[in-house]
């Protein structure tokens, strides 16, 4: 493996934070079902000016020809470029707590080097505590209670949370890698997975957002903001239940997954992992696997209900 101190640039002045730091990641470009994770940054970012601890070469872990970047064609001229940026920033609470986070396109190349670069980060910013932040698509309905998945590097970190399912074997990503490899160097690491009704896995659903800042909060000890997301979200609800009334069809979609759900509910409060109706394994890796293959098809609504997966 090349050195992966040459991956990044750590800024003049910065200094480990003695009491530990909380790092948040979030890397796009792999599953974000209704862009969860990404409504999440805008949010932790809103009315804020970050300060830049880290930044990383992103000419060696980005493939710029599967993702294009930007650039402006004014008149006769290329007047600019929106060139990705994967930097370290640090952030306040609404406590004036700081935390950190990393967010940006996830690498394209060279996973190893670049976990084995956020290793040493992570020792030298003095992080005790990573946490990673996604949504994925579940057959759930929207009139249900969120659902997360939560897992760690140790059991104690997500007490109190109940498993959906057992085993499952998914598509691999630098987000998943990086809590796997830092858990084995002993690091407390652990992510949320935020459950997405599959029916609105491309349009925005502020709601998922907003479990997962909730849930980071409890987690972390931090105070996340919130206002803005709980406010987007009930314009969704409207949104929504617009297009339900609309369509006896949807309706009908609906009602089925409340039923199935229901039924899981019950099987959890019971203390299993839910009915013989809880999705399977590979009907979860199947969901992700069509989310991560729709991201690219251009002739569907990016929003709103799709077809019936």
Do not use: C
């Not at 160097?185 to 997405?196: E, P, S, T, Y």
Request: aromatic share 6%; hydrophobic share 40%.
């Amino acid at each position: 493996m090349l050195d992966p101190a040459e991956l990044y640039r750590v800024e003049e002045g910065v200094t480990a934070d003695p009491d530990g730091a909380v790092l948040l990641v979030v890397l796009d470009g792999f599953v974000d079902a209704g862009n969860a994770g990404r409504l999440a940054v805008e949010a932790l970012r809103e009315g804020q000016e970050p300060r830049t601890l880290v930044t990383f070469d992103v000419d060696q872990l980005v493939d710029y020809r599967s993702r294009r970047p930007p650039l402006t064609f004014d008149t006769d001229r290329w007047s600019a470029y929106d060139a990705p940026e994967l930097d370290v920033v640090a952030l306040n609470d609404s406590a004036d707590a700081e935390f950190l986070l990393l967010a940006g396109p996830e690498p394209d190349t060279q996973w190893e080097r670049f976990v084995a670069a956020l290793d040493q980060l992570v020792e030298r910013l003095n992080v005790r505590l990573v946490v990673t932040l996604q949504g994925i698509p579940m057959a759930v309905p929207h009139t249900r209670p969120i659902g997360v998945t939560a897992h760690a590097s140790r059991k104690e970190l997500i007490e109190g949370h109940t498993p959906w399912f057992a085993e499952a074997q998914v598509p691999g990503s630098a987000a998943a890698l990086l809590e796997y490899r830092l858990g084995e160097a002993g690091r407390d690491v652990l992510g949320f997975a935020v459950h997405v009704p599959h029916y609105l896995a491309r349009a925005e659903y502020p709601q998922a957002a907003r479990s997962l800042l909730d849930h980071t909060a409890v987690a972390t000890g931090l105070y996340l903001p919130t206002e803005e997301l709980t406010k987007a979200g009930e314009r969704t609800d409207a949104e929504i239940a617009e297009q339900v009334e609309g369509s006896a069809e949807v309706a009908e979609v609906v009602r089925a997954l409340e039923k199935q759900y229901d039924s899981v509910a019950a099987g959890r409060a019971a203390g299993g992992l839910g009915s013989e109706d809880l999705p399977s394994a590979d009907e979860l890796a199947a969901e992700v696997e069509r989310f991560l293959a729709d991201q690219g098809d251009d002739g569907k609504e990016a929003g709103g209900f799709g077809e019936d997966r």
